[in-house]
């Protein structure tokens, strides 16, 4: 399987910070890579796939790039909203396989 | 708008099989452009993909749960399937169908149901 590690697994951060989430690959998933946000208790949704394609409605302050095994995703300027959990996925081969997570907390 | 919403009991004991459906609106489960997968998600952790289906029946399973898994479909009803057998505590997680684009990205999901196991 591959195996999909991201960091920080937590951030304080404040509204308005730029903010980078890291998400490396064991092994070359070309750009197979989606990125889900999930707020306590509700389902994840999807925010870009393949790599840096935001999904539709998704802010533009969002944006995920990389290629091979390792892989960004940038928020520019954190709202409130955004404070919540994010999760990468794999989809290069089966199974498909998530990250363990990144916490976004208020500082 | 596509819905989905998963169904099930709340409580399975050790041993036996957990077994939930998950029903769609609002779109075709024989639209050729899906697949409709399960995914859970352990207390406070990350998402494991359990398996997928087709609208004309082929699986893929993740082999992390020992082929205790069963997913299967009846496009009459517009539903899908989930059984998993012998569960054990560590099967307790909240379960999610989610619709599964046929890249491997997942855009529509349930709100996910909490299965326990305990006797």
């Known amino acids: 399987d591959i195996q999909m590690t991201q960091s920080p697994s937590t951030l304080s951060a404040s509204v308005g910070d730029r903010v980078i989430i890291t998400c490396r690959a064991s092994?070359?998933?070309?750009?197979?890579l989606a990125w889900y946000l999930q707020r306590p208790g509700i389902a994840p949704k999807l925010l870009i796939q393949q790599a840096s394609t935001l999904e539709s409605g998704v802010p533009s302050r969002f944006s995920g790039s990389g290629s091979g095994t390792e892989f960004t995703l940038t928020i520019s300027s954190l709202q409130p909203d955004d404070f919540a959990t994010y999760f990468c996925q794999q989809y290069d081969s089966y199974p498909y396989t998530f990250g363990q997570g990144t916490k976004l907390e208020i500082k | 708008q596509v819905q989905l919403q998963e169904s099930g009991p709340g409580l399975v004991k050790p041993s036996q099989t957990l077994s939930l459906t998950c029903s769609v609106s609002?779109?075709?489960?024989?639209?050729?452009?899906?697949?409709w997968s399960w995914i859970r998600q352990h207390p406070g952790k990350g998402l494991e993909w359990i398996g997928h289906?087709?609208?004309?029946?082929?699986?893929s399973y993740n082999p992390s749960l020992k082929n205790r898994q069963t997913i299967s479909i009846d496009t009459s009803k517009n539903q899908f399937f989930l059984q998993l057998t012998s569960v054990t505590a560590a099967d307790t997680a909240v379960y999610y169908c989610?619709?599964?684009?046929?890249?491997?990205?997942?855009?529509?999901w349930g709100q996910g149901s909490l299965v326990t196991v305990s006797s």
């Open positions: 609002g779109g075709s489960i024989s639209s050729g452009a899906y697949y």
């Open positions: 989610a619709r599964d684009l046929t890249i491997g990205t997942f855009d529509y």
């Open positions: 092994q070359s998933i070309s750009r197979w």
């Open positions: 289906i087709y609208y004309s029946g082929s699986t």
